[in-house]
Nanobody
Framework: VQLQASGGGLVQAGGSLRLSCAAS????????MGWFRQTPGLEREFVAL????????YYSASVKGRFTISRDNAKNTVYLQMNSLTPEDTAVYYC?????????????????WGQGTLVTVSS
């Protein structure tokens, strides 16, 4: 599967952005889909995931209640709605796909990555 992320940009603190990740090749419905983020000098950090049929979601503690992951399998697309953004959310955001949701526990285990989209939150 190939992943193409988009939707990043510059936003003021308290604002919102929605990221999109379009999958091609093998249908995204085969995969657990999710998002990670990374800031310079730090490891890639798990943000959120959604299982194949959208029935189960997981969020990191730092984004729970502010971010919402969703997916449209008919469009092979996963979304990340980010609300109440803070400067600490500034990072490159990567969409991810894996056959096993437990692999999202470690970025090194994830099967496929998108190219990353930069989110900058100004104070």
């Amino acid at each position: 599967v190939q992943l193409q992320a988009s939707g990043g940009g510059l936003v003021q603190a308290g604002g919102s952005l929605r990221l999109s990740c379009a999958a091609s090749g093998r249908t995204s419905a085969t995969y657990v889909m999710g998002w990670f983020r990374q800031t310079p000098g730090l490891e890639r950090e798990f943000v959120a995931l959604m299982d194949r049929d959208g029935g189960r979601t997981y969020y990191s503690a730092s984004v729970k209640g502010r971010f919402t992951i969703s997916r449209d399998n008919a469009k092979n697309t996963v979304y990340l709605q980010m609300n109440s953004l803070t400067p600490e959310d500034t990072a490159v955001y990567y969409c991810a796909a894996d056959l096993d949701y437990s692999d999202f526990a470690n970025a090194n285990w994830v099967d496929a990555w998108g190219q990353g989209t930069l989110v900058t939150v100004s104070s």
